[in-house]
């Protein structure tokens, strides 16, 4: 397999989406580097990203686009758009508006740590969910 996507393709048929159509997607922090969330972007969502600016993504359990932020107001502003050599994931590096990308309140979605075979929470809640989503 070549590390490289085909230049002959449109940019989205590049990519190697799986069986559901769908991409795994990573959002990063454009200052820090920190790891926000983790999603999955359909086409329809990564050209509506692409389009707006704004980072789209597919709910998979709500089966419609979603854009980060619509009903939170915590937007991703997108920097840029990577994907890996094998075209399979998409990395958006982000300016997160309120600094709150986990609908849990907190900055980042990744706030459980594996210590002593024990999941403990190592990030604060930055505001309490009831007052973002009303």
């Known amino acids: 397999m070549s590390c490289t996507l085909g230049l002959s ?7 190697r989406w799986n069986d559901e159509g ?7 922090d454009v ?8 999603a999955y972007m359909n086409r329809a969502a990564l050209e509506e990203t692409v389009r707006t600016g704004v980072a789209v993504y597919w709910s998979r359990s709500r089966q419609r686009i979603w854009k980060k932020g619509e009903q939170s107001r915590h937007f991703q502003r997108v920097h ?7 075209g399979d994931v998409i990395l958006l590096s982000v300016d997160q508006m309120g600094c709150i990308a986990c609908h849990t309140g907190r900055q980042s979605c990744f706030f459980h740590e594996l ?10 809640v930055l505001k309490d969910p009831k007052e973002i989503y009303r």
């Not at 393709?9 to 990519?15: D, K, Q």
């Open 115 to 124: 210590n002593d075979k024990k999941w403990q929470i190592v990030e604060p």
């Open 22 to 28: 769908l991409l795994p997607a990573i959002a990063q």
């Open 31 to 38: 200052q820090s580097g920190k790891v926000l969330m983790f």
């Open 80 to 86: 840029s758009i990577r994907t890996d050599c094998d």
């Open 9 to 15: 393709e449109s940019w989205v048929e590049a990519l």
